[in-house]
C-alpha cells in the first residue's frame, strides 16, 4: 500500500460521494451477520452522496481520514444524545474502510475527534457500539473507554444490544481553535 500523505481535515462538499464509499464498504463489513441483511442494504442505501452533502451543508462536525488523495475512513461528533448519561460529548459514528483498518487510522480518527470536542468544551463525551460488533467494542476498550450503559436498538425485525463507553475529553487547545488537523 503507498500511502503517501497522510491527514485527517474537515469534510468539504466534494467529500460526499467517498465519504458515501466508506460508509458502504465498512458498514457491510462491520454488520453483515449482525444486522439483517435486508435492512442493513436498507440502510446503507439511505446514506447515499445527497446524504452525506446534505450533512455537510448543515455543518454536520465530520473529519475524514485521507491517505493520500483519497478518502479512507470519517468521524461524526458533536452534542451527546444520551441525555440520562452525564457525558456532554459524543461520537456517533467512526467508520475506516476494510483494508485500512488495523493500521492506527481509527485510533487518529478518534484521537481528532476526542480533541475537537474538547475545543467545543465538550470535556466528556460517550461512544456507543452495538455488543456484537466485536472489533468496536475491543477498540473502543483498548482506547480507554468504559461501559457506562447499555440499551437495546431496534433495527428492522432485531432487538440488538448496544454499550455505551464513556470517555474525558483531550485538553482543548490553545487560542481555541476548532481544526481538527
Same mark, same amino acid.
Given at each position: ?10 469534510? #468539504? ?18 454488520? #453483515?451477520?449482525?444486522?439483517? +441483511? =435486508? ?5 446503507? =442505501? ?7 452533502? #446534505? ?21 461524526? $461528533?458533536? @452534542?451527546?444524545? @444520551? ?26 480518527? $478518534? ?6 470536542? @474538547? ?19 475491543? $477498540?473502543?476498550?483498548?482506547?480507554? +473507554? ?17 454499550? @455505551?463507553?464513556?470517555?474525558? =475529553?483531550?485538553?482543548?487547545?490553545? +487560542? ?6
Amino acid at each position: 500500500m503507498k500511502t503517501g500523505s497522510i491527514g485527517i481535515r474537515r469534510a #468539504r462538499l466534494v467529500d460526499a460521494a467517498a465519504i458515501a464509499e466508506v460508509h458502504d464498504d465498512a458498514w457491510r463489513y462491520a454488520y #453483515r451477520g449482525v444486522l439483517p +441483511g =435486508a435492512e442493513l442494504e436498507r440502510m446503507i =442505501a439511505r446514506r447515499g452522496p445527497a446524504w452525506w452533502e #446534505r450533512a455537510i451543508q448543515r455543518r454536520v462536525s465530520i473529519l475524514v481520514l485521507e491517505v493520500g488523495d483519497e478518502v479512507r475512513g470519517y468521524v461524526t $461528533f458533536g @452534542a451527546s444524545r @444520551a441525555r440520562s448519561l452525564p457525558y456532554k460529548g459524543e461520537v456517533y459514528e467512526l467508520y475506516i474502510q476494510p483494508e485500512y483498518s488495523g493500521l492506527g487510522f481509527g485510533r487518529r480518527l $478518534f484521537d481528532a475527534a476526542r480533541t475537537a470536542l @474538547a475545543n467545543e468544551g465538550r470535556r466528556s463525551f460517550v461512544v456507543w457500539a452495538l455488543s456484537d460488533n466485536e472489533a468496536a467494542c475491543n $477498540f473502543y476498550n483498548r482506547l480507554g +473507554g468504559r461501559a457506562v450503559a447499555t440499551a437495546e436498538e431496534t433495527i428492522g425485525t432485531a432487538n440488538l444490544p448496544k454499550i @455505551a463507553f464513556g470517555f474525558a =475529553a483531550r485538553h482543548a487547545r490553545q +487560542g481555541g481553535s476548532r481544526s481538527a488537523s
